[in-house]
């Protein structure tokens, strides 16, 4: 079964989303990607218990925005809105990646 998982260093802020089976899967495929700000020691990971992952592929999340949107990542930031277009923090609303100002207009 697939899971999302956030593997991060240094920073849990600055982690790399990843689709795996296990825990130790996503510790692995993080480091073999080279993007991991830690040593193996040092590396953590955190399983996205609600992440919609089953139609993405096992591995690295390369794009941010579907990290966002399938539940992976919190928020991003230097992204364009989907509503108004400017970049911004954005965070997952109805399906669509929305800056704060945007999502205060869908409630």
């Known amino acids: 079964m697939k899971r ?3 593997v991060y260093g240094k920073d849990e802020y600055n982690g790399i ?3 795996a089976t296990t825990a130790k ?3 692995n495929i993080a480091f073999a990607s080279g993007k991991l700000d830690s040593n193996w020691i040092d590396a953590r990971v955190r399983w996205i218990r609600n992440a919609k992952v089953d139609t993405l592929p096992i591995g690295i999340v390369l794009d941010m925005r579907t990290g966002l949107l399938c539940g992976i990542y919190e928020y991003i ?3 364009k809105c989907d509503s108004c277009g400017v970049d911004r923090i954005l965070h997952a609303c109805n399906g669509k990646a ?3 100002e945007c999502m205060e ?3």
């Open 4 to 6: 999302g998982y956030l």
């Open 17 to 19: 989303g990843v689709v």
């Open 25 to 27: 899967e996503a510790k």
């Open 77 to 79: 930031y230097d992204f």
């Open 98 to 100: 929305l800056c704060d």
């Open 105 to 107: 207009k869908e409630y």
